[in-house]
């Protein structure tokens, strides 16, 4: 079952410079948190998701490469 909606997920892009497509990470996964979490294509950052809501914040997003 996905975290975000489908359709959503069409339309989210990394507030970064590149504005690049984002992915489902899920729970468990490494720096996901219980929710899990979306991460950028481009710049590998990891969005939190708190009450089924993502986290687009830089400031908030974790550097997983």
């Known amino acids: 079952m996905p975290l975000i909606d489908p359709e959503l ?3 989210l892009a990394c507030p ?3 504005h690049a497509p984002l992915r489902e990470v899920p ?3 490494a720096g996901a948190g219980d929710e899990g979490g979306l991460e950028c294509t481009a710049c ?3 969005f939190p998701i708190r009450e089924g809501i993502p ?3 830089l400031d ?3 550097e997983r490469r």
């Open 60 to 62: 908030e997003a974790v």
């Open 55 to 57: 986290v687009l914040l």
């Open 44 to 46: 590998g950052r990891l």
């Open 16 to 18: 970064c410079e590149q």
């Open 9 to 11: 997920m069409k339309i």
């Open 27 to 29: 729970a468990g996964e």
